[in-house]
């Protein structure tokens, strides 16, 4: 491990470490059974081990790593339990949050979810990183919008395992489709549609209900076989 890029010496280390080492786990550099250590961690981002253990803490929490004392920090499996329960969760909190954006669209908040729905369209068919960032962008925007960000904090706490699949799923026709649902959500916030902007936002995070199935049957090396 040689990857000592992205750290800022003026801002706390552990948060910024749980969300390299959480990047790198979802985007499958870091494969599961693969064990880490502290010492090679804190070797690899120059930094100590106190902030390399605190981070190690978050990702167990998150379900993406288990520690085991003496033996070393393990990449877990994906849980297909664990998708199924952030799906939930974030479905019941994203259709209230979109309820709320479409009650109270006005003029700005047109702009930015159409401006954010062009940009989409704009992207590389392949580029799985921009539609990535670009989507965590769309749904934090509606939380914010909703007035509640916290609501995003919650759901990014969730959702590391969906994240896991959503990645490997995400590929160019994938892609396309959840533009697509971005824009029914956005069409129907936009004219106020409360019944319809919640609907849409269902069907869009039930998607991966499709997906699941499909990665797990093409990386089942990648997944815990325990249901």
């Excluded at 000592?4 to 990047?23: E, F, H, K, N």
């Excluded at 998708?83 to 047109?110: L, Q």
């Excluded at 026709?173 to 269902?202: K, P, S």
Aim: hydrophobic content about 40%; overall charge negative; charged content about 30%.
């Amino acid at each position: 491990m040689n990857d000592t890029g992205g750290l800022d010496a003026g801002v706390a280390i552990a948060p910024q470490l749980y969300q390299l080492l959480r990047g790198r786990i979802v985007r499958t550099e870091l494969l599961p059974g693969e064990v880490i250590s502290e010492t090679e961690i804190a070797r690899a981002y120059q930094v100590s081990r106190q902030p390399v253990r605190e981070a190690f803490i978050k990702l167990s929490e998150a379900g993406l790593v288990q520690i085991r004392p003496q033996r070393g920090t393990m990449i877990t499996r994906i849980s297909h339990q664990a998708v199924m329960d952030a799906r939930f969760v974030r479905e019941a909190i994203e259709a209230d949050v979109v309820r709320m954006v479409a009650e109270n669209c006005d003029g700005p908040i047109r702009a930015e979810l159409q401006d954010q729905i062009a940009a989409q369209k704009r992207m590389d068919d392949y580029d799985n990183d921009t539609f990535v960032r670009l989507d965590e962008l769309f749904h934090r925007t509606l939380a914010e919008m909703a007035g509640n960000p916290y609501a995003w904090r919650v759901v990014e706490d969730v959702k590391a395992q969906m994240d896991r699949v959503r990645y490997l799923s995400v590929q160019k026709d994938h892609i396309r489709t959840l533009i697509i649902q971005h824009a029914r959500i956005v069409d129907a916030i936009c004219t106020n549609d409360v019944t319809g902007a919640e609907a849409a936002m269902r069907a869009h995070l039930r998607e991966i209900l499709k997906s699941l199935p499909e990665v797990e049957k093409a990386r089942p090396e990648l997944f815990n076989t325990a249901r």
